[in-house]
Each structure stands twice: as structure tokens, then as C-alpha cells.
């Protein structure tokens, strides 16, 4: 069984930052944020939101620009400040006690992420971290989590995906893995329908953790 986790508003609770930020960068050009802008931007590899918002808000600016200023407004709360979620180094030592295989499929920025799991030291606890950016692949499609099932050696039915985005989730699905939805707030006008589609839905992973075992 291998477990599949995402990071962003999965493990860490960084979904807020990256609002500040899409407000703060279209604010500087007279912009508003909107749940159109939102949703095409959400879960989706730096390149291609680059490229979205290029289009969606008719700039001439170039995507290594407009991604160069996404990466400025955002390195000082990966560095220092993006805290864990409650329960989630608890139950990743669980799951290791367990000897259970865990591997990563995020769509953060490949430095962003490396320095949120150094922060909190949570990058030992996974085998393989597979890039959306990286491999040009998109997390509202099946392929990328097919890609990590095959490089892990195990079939799409022995994964299980956690994540906090319901257009991660159907596309785990699609691939034949199954699915925990993880409450995010970023996501709340989602969650009804996330409680309804995903295998388990958690608001938090202290209710995934075992009880402590009495002494004999």
C-alpha cells in the first residue's frame, strides 16, 4: 500500500498564503480576486497558472515574470513561517511505525517545498517527492498520479491519495487510487461535495491517529 500525499492545505496549512498573494498581485494592477481567477489557478503547476493568469487578466508581462513576482511575495512564508497541520507528524510516524510507503505529488514550487518540509523536518518521511512542475503534468489529471504509482512500483488500486482539493481528488479517482479528502478552509465551498466523493474525509489527521496503548 503506498500513501500519496499532497502539501499544500494537505500538510501545511500554506493555501492562505498563496491567496495573499494572488490578491496582492492583482491588486498591484488594478485587479480583483475572483473565484473564476481562483479556481484556474488552484492546484495547477507554476507554468501553467502562470500562463493562465497571462490570459485571464490580458497582461503583456511574460510567465517568467509573473512567476518571478509569485516567487518573491511568497519565500519568506515558506522559509519561516507556514505552520504544519494539527496531527500531521503524529500520524506520518504512525504510518511509518506501521511500515507503511509514503511518497509526495504536489504541485508547489519545487523550492517553496523543499523548504517548508526542512522547516519542519518532515522530508525524511517520504520516498519520492514528484514535482507537478517538473514533469509538466497537471494534479486535475489522472496522469500525474499514474506516473507516481508506476516510478513506485505499486499498482493505482494500492494507493491511497490525500489531498485537500476535490479536482485532485476526482483525478486520483480516475486513476484508480483511492481517495481522503483533508479540510482546508481554502476550499470550503468545496467541502460538501468532497464529503460526498471522497473514500474518508477528514477535518484533521489527530482523527486518523491510533489511541495510545495501555500499559499491561
Request: aromatic residues 12%; hydrophobic residues 40%; proline residues 5%.
Amino acid at each position: 500500500m503506498m500513501f500519496l500525499f499532497d502539501l499544500d492545505g494537505t500538510l501545511v496549512d500554506s493555501n492562505g498564503i498563496w491567496k495573499e498573494v494572488d490578491r496582492t498581485f492583482l491588486a498591484r494592477r488594478g485587479l480583483p480576486y475572483t473565484r473564476a481567477y481562483y479556481q484556474g489557478v488552484a492546484h495547477t503547476a507554476f507554468p501553467q497558472a502562470a500562463e493562465f493568469t497571462r490570459e485571464f487578466c490580458h497582461l503583456d508581462e511574460s510567465c517568467e515574470s509573473i512567476m518571478a513576482e509569485w516567487m518573491e511575495l511568497a519565500k519568506e512564508a515558506y522559509v519561516r513561517t507556514i505552520p504544519i497541520k494539527p496531527g500531521v507528524r503524529a500520524y506520518l510516524k504512525q504510518c511509518r511505525a506501521e511500515g507503511r510507503r509514503m511518497a509526495m505529488v504536489t504541485s508547489s514550487v519545487p523550492e517553496h517545498c523543499m523548504a517548508v518540509l526542512r522547516q519542519h523536518d518532515l522530508e525524511p518521511f517520504f520516498e519520492q517527492i514528484f514535482f507537478a512542475q517538473v514533469l509538466k503534468m497537471d494534479k486535475r489529471e489522472p496522469e500525474i498520479f499514474l506516473h507516481a504509482a508506476r516510478a513506485c512500483g505499486e499498482r493505482p488500486e494500492d494507493c491511497t491519495v490525500f489531498d485537500d482539493s476535490l479536482a485532485a481528488c476526482r483525478a486520483a479517482r480516475k486513476a484508480r487510487m483511492r481517495v481522503i479528502g483533508v479540510k482546508d478552509s481554502f476550499f470550503d465551498s468545496d467541502e460538501k461535495e468532497m464529503r460526498g466523493f471522497c473514500d474518508v474525509y477528514i477535518e484533521s489527521f489527530e482523527e486518523l491517529l491510533l489511541p495510545p496503548r495501555k500499559p499491561r
